[in-house]
Nanobody, 126 residues
Framework: QVQLVESGGGLVQAGDSLRLSCAAS????????MAWFRQAPGKEREFVGG?????????DYADSVKGRFTISRDNARNTVYLRMNSLKPEDTAVYYC??????????????????WGQGTQVTVSS
């Protein structure tokens, strides 16, 4: 059974930076495409960004975070990261990491991801 555990969330001010981590266990991490999603209060969960299997592999980002957020992964540590810079109040949400297997590209659809973490809260004050 694959488990994903996020950490690193918190309360920050607009303009600050934060790094989220997602540690995986119980599976073959290097075979998964990893992604971050977020869900703000009253809104649907949305794609933030994703990274292919290799640590130096391609990434994809939602337009709302492109240029501010960076996804990376360390396959030796079974961990994926989300570096968030220049945070805005509208980035406030619960952030989830997710894993997909047997796929050839980074999907932006949450239905294509089979393993999910429990989420970590990020709150950005103005």
């Amino acid at each position: 059974q694959v488990q994903l555990v996020e950490s690193g969330g918190g309360l920050v001010q607009a303009g600050d930076s934060l790094r989220l981590s997602c540690a995986a266990s119980g599976g073959t991490f290097y075979t998964y495409i990893m992604a971050w999603f977020r869900q703000a209060p009253g809104k649907e969960r949305e794609f933030v960004g994703g990274i292919m299997r290799r640590s130096d592999s391609s990434t994809d980002y939602a337009d709302s975070v492109k240029g501010r957020f960076t996804i990376s992964r360390d396959n030796a540590r079974n961990t994926v990261y989300l570096r968030m810079n220049s945070l805005k109040p509208e980035d406030t949400a619960v952030y989830y990491c997710a894993a997909a297997e047997n796929r050839l590209y980074i999907s932006r659809s949450e239905g294509d991801y089979i393993y999910w973490g429990q989420g970590t809260q990020v709150t950005v004050s103005s």
